[in-house]
């Protein structure tokens, strides 16, 4: 099949080429012989002109492959070129081309009428006023909203993006989506909606002091995301104006992309599931890959302040995790050997329920 296409283009191209030669014998022949005040028969005129028509042919045949090589190359020249230009700027730009081009014309039409000059006056401002539309349109784009933001709809609802990993405001400033991301987990494209960058924002010229350094924390995770992160990061601009609420537009986005969102919000994780949209919580995730504990077992716990219920003692663990040990409270400040009893896991992280180890085995206070 392969080969058959390509003698379907060999032979097209010797047909172009043998118009060519046609056309360009016929008009020396012709030019030729009124220079010389020859009157030529038409059909010698005829005859020299197949003549060259099929020495073109043949030259074109031979050159095809390469010709065709030739193309390839230019095409994958032009192809890579385009791809490193965003689409919105490559819309923009044919768009303020088109227009300028169209002004160049009518121009043309009253400049044609000068003498002399008139045709080439039309070219050079035809061509001017193209160039003047694309540069102008490109150099305020930010302001081409109705441009962007259309072609921006248009393309969230395209299948690609159904692997697309949408960022939620509390995992941003989280800042754990960094290490998965590195990891290679994710797959897919990680959208951050504009909106959300635009509530991180707000958060970080808000006045409260903790709220300030929550919103600059969460765009340096940004700025470190698109730097380290193996999977694309995007940012999509797409907004519903008459949706108020982060929320709500988070999970509008992600049924319009058919994404999934990534977030450690307790609530927004419940009104995902009422909805039918996928979620990602990072802390389900933590919590999974946290070493399984078992009744029985024995550890080590550092009491570090007394508990809710009376006698109890609070230890961590280097993961965070929780340890209630009952009757710990007198160990506050010393590092035990505890027995673990039970483990609770809820949606907000993992429990363990611990005791100190018999009497006769607490000569490991230490």
């Known amino acids: 099949m392969k080969n058959l296409m390509q003698q379907i283009i060999r032979f097209l191209i010797m047909i172009i080429g043998f118009t060519l030669g046609y056309q360009l014998v016929s008009f020396s022949f012709s030019t030729i012989a009124a220079f010389a005040g020859v009157e030529a028969t038409p059909m010698t005129n005829i005859g020299a002109s197949i003549f060259g028509g099929v020495v073109f042919a043949l030259i074109t045949y031979i050159i095809s492959p390469w010709l065709s090589n030739l193309a390839t190359t230019i095409n994958s020249w032009v192809e890579t070129a385009l791809k ?61 909203t109705f441009l962007t933001n259309l072609f921006t709809r248009q393309r969230t609802d395209k299948s690609n993006f159904r692997n697309a990993k949408i960022l939620d405001t509390s995992v941003i400033i989280d800042g754990r989506i960094v290490d998965i991301a590195g990891t290679g987990f994710i797959e897919g494209t990680i959208i951050v909606p504009g909106f959300v960058l635009e509530e991180l924002q707000h958060i970080a010229d808000s006045s409260d002091t903790l709220k300030r350094n929550r919103g600059r924390r969460g765009l340096d995770i940004l700025n470190k995301i698109q730097k380290e992160s193996q999977v694309p990061v995007q940012i999509v601009e797409q907004d519903f104006d008459d949706i108020p609420e ?15 969102i990534i977030t450690n919000d307790y609530n927004l994780n419940k009104v995902c599931e009422l909805q039918g949209v996928p979620v ?60 673990v009893t039970s483990v609770l896991q809820t949606a907000a992280g993992r429990m363990i329920f611990a005791k100190p180890k018999t009497s006769e085995k607490m000569s490991g206070v230490r």
Do not use: C
């Not at 537009?249 to 049924?255: D, E, F, P, S, T």
């Not at 990602?280 to 007394?306: F, W």
């Open 84 to 144: 490193s230009i965003p689409t919105q700027d490559i819309a923009v730009g044919v768009t303020g081309l088109v227009v300028g081009l169209l002004i160049g014309y009518l121009l043309s039409l009253a400049l044609s009428r000068i003498p002399f000059v008139g045709n080439y006056l039309s070219v050079i401002v035809t061509l001017f006023t193209g160039y003047f539309g694309m540069s102008l349109m490109l150099n305020r784009k930010e302001e081409m």
């Open 280 to 339: 990602l919580n990072i802390n389900e995730l933590a919590n999974s890959v946290k070493p399984v504990v078992l009744p029985g077992e024995e550890m080590v716990a550092q009491i570090v302040k007394d508990g809710k219920e009376a006698g109890q003692g609070i230890a961590y663990l280097d993961d965070g995790t929780m340890i209630v040990v009952e009757g710990g409270r007198r160990f506050i400040g010393n590092t035990i050997d505890v027995v």
């Open 246 to 260: 982060v929320d709500s537009k988070l999970i509008k986005l992600a049924k319009n992309m058919k994404g999934k």
